[in-house]
């Protein structure tokens, strides 16, 4: 395969984790990294070996020899640059949320097909092999028609009030942050495994930090828990800690969910169950290599990942002989891999989200925040 260029565009942790994927590839070379400033992007430049660095995205739109650009910055910047990155001819990978509202979503995607150009949203976690099982499976007829969609997507790295990231004000991160931030990926699963759309919503949010610790310095996501009382100022807060979710799933379905930055002991737990009428299903990422699949008239069982006992389509998300773990990163490998090559390929498929999964989770999200506040039930608007 022709090799391709690349940009990333953004320095902190997810731009770290896509530079990392991309490398991993083989047939894509990281030509450039752009960040907030000169010194962030030669840092994150340096330590892979790339040769061009610097805190003007735009010049990176320039050069012609970069095909496509990563968008890795806080939310609020994706639609700037998104945009400008289609304008100029670039095919765009935007880490999710793909906008900071359902409106500038949808100028993305009839932006991105105007241009011709591929796109997607980093809807990553669907890239789990054994989440691809799960989906295998219900596509089978093995778990039977879905009745029951339910799970949670945990985490405790904003258990405290000295807890702090840029996500936490809306003004950067958007109107959800909980909803938003992780939320979107257990909806996204949940559709993508049962193959329906979550219809309508009951929602509740809460902020149990009303004011919180915001540091004095500049910190990364993920590290709060090296801050002390000291380094920090009195912020007020106005996005969620926790939501929880009813909701209609397709035309019979029902399901529930919730979402937590401040449960303590949850690293990463997106655990989601499938119920059908022939057999049920679960999974949880924290051990992502496992799938439950449950019985009503036999033993249950605990499968382990191991290609060449899964359904090939599912199997083909694995790299890696049975015995030997796929995580968290495997999943941008995966979504990347397909995003890359399928852009020589005129009229392929994209097997991957693209900014239409994007704006439709801004959709759901559009729900939930109408129900939160109107304390009642709400349409999701249709695509």
Sequence with gaps: MKRIKTAIIGTGFMGRVHLEAVRRLGFVDVAAVAGTSAEKARALADAFGVEHATADYRSVLRSRDIQAVHICTPNAQHFEMASAALDAGKHVLCEKPLALTSAEAATLVTLAAAKGVRNATCHNLRYYPMVQQ????REAGELGDVLIAQGTYSQ??????TDWNWRVEARHGGALRAMGDIGSH?????EHVTGQSITSICADLATFHQ???RPARPTKTFSGKSLKPGDCV????????????LFHLGDRARGAFTVSQVSAGCKNRLSIEIYGTKASA????????ELWI??????????????????????????????????????????????YQSIPEDGVAAEYPQFAAGLR?????????ASHRGRAWVEVAAD
């Design 134 to 137: 799960m989906r295998r499976m």
């Design 156 to 161: 405790d790295w904003l258990l405290y009030d």
């Design 186 to 190: 257990w909806c996204d699963m949940a």
């Design 211 to 213: 004011t919180r610790k």
């Design 234 to 245: 009195d912020a007020p807060v106005d996005t969620e800690d926790f939501g929880s979710v």
């Design 282 to 289: 679960s999974w949880n990422q924290e051990r992502p290599d």
């Design 294 to 339: 449950g019985h009503r008239n036999g033993g249950n069982e605990v499968v382990l990942k191991d290609p060449s006992l899964l359904a090939p389509a599912a199997a083909a998300y694995a790299d890696l002989p049975g015995g030997h773990s796929e995580g968290y990163d495997d999943t941008f490998k995966q979504l990347f891999r397909r995003f």
């Design 361 to 369: 989770q801004m959709r759901v999200l559009d729900a939930v925040l």
